[in-house]
């Protein structure tokens, strides 16, 4: 636990609110995370924008498909608030296409991934967006 603590790129971990439907792939990706963040996570976007009313996260990741109320629309209510118009958004998305990243560019979103995603591959994207963030403030 340590050496995970040691090796982290910041001084202090980084909250992440993560958002993913299905189960296995939010376990995933925050047993990876959660080796350099402290990962907050939600099943849908009604109970990450309950989190987001209690907690500001450092980096958003969310998925574009969600039941309900999709990546776009969530994307759209985070950037409503004051308190996290600043926020980095990742979404991951298994749609192709210029048109669809463009889309959620519009609507808020920093960096869009293609899933499938290795954990690794998110990680490193989460770090240097969270790098950036820093250096720009």
Known sequence: MLALA????F????TLLLVEDHDDTRTMYAT???QTYDVLEAPDAPRALEILRHHVPALIVTDLALPGMDGFEFVSRVRAHPQSTTVP???LSGYE?????E?????????VLSKPCLPDALARAADEM???RRGGS
């Open 6 to 9: 040691a090796s982290s790129p």
């Open 11 to 14: 001084p202090e971990r980084p």
């Open 32 to 34: 990876f995370l959660r």
């Open 89 to 91: 958004i990742i979404c």
């Open 97 to 101: 296409g210029v048109a669809h990243a």
């Open 103 to 111: 889309r959620a560019r519009q609507v808020g979103v920093d960096r």
């Open 130 to 132: 969270l790098r950036n």
